[in-house]
C-alpha cells in the first residue's frame, strides 16, 4: 500500500503562485506520478503526468503554467503553478501508479480568488 500526502493547497490571489507537495514513505521512482484536479459533481481533470524515465505531460488548459517536479531523496513530486487563474480553483490529487496499481492522496483544495 502507497500512501500519499498533498499539502501546499490554500488561497492565493489570480496571477499567483503555488506550489503543491506528494510526500509518501515509499520510494516513488519507479512510479508514474500523476497530478489531477477535481470539482465537486465533475469528473477529475489530468493536470500533469511525469514518467518514471522523465517523461513529462500536461493538460492543455494548463500548460505553459505548470510543471511537475521530483524529489527522489525527499520521495515528494511538486507540482509549481504559476500564472493562476479562478478557473484553477479545485481539490487537487496526487496519483502514483505502478502496473495495475493506483494510488490516491487525499486531495489538497487550491482556491484562486481575489
Known amino acids: 500500500q502507497v500512501q500519499l500526502v498533498e499539502s501546499g493547497g490554500g488561497l492565493v490571489q489570480p496571477g499567483g503562485s503555488l506550489r503543491l507537495s506528494c510526500t509518501s514513505a515509499t520510494d516513488l521512482s519507479f512510479y508514474t506520478m500523476k497530478w489531477y484536479r477535481q470539482l465537486p459533481g465533475e469528473q477529475r481533470e489530468l493536470v500533469a503526468g511525469?514518467?518514471?524515465?522523465?517523461?513529462?505531460d500536461y493538460g492543455y488548459s494548463v500548460k505553459g503554467r505548470v510543471t511537475i517536479s521530483r524529489d527522489p531523496t525527499k520521495k515528494t513530486v511538486y507540482l509549481q503553478m504559476n500564472n493562476l487563474k479562478p478557473e484553477d480553483s479545485a481539490t487537487y490529487y496526487c496519483n502514483a501508479v505502478l502496473g495495475r496499481f493506483s494510488y490516491w492522496g487525499q486531495g489538497t483544495q487550491v482556491t484562486v480568488s481575489s
Open positions: 511525469s514518467g518514471s524515465g522523465g517523461s513529462t
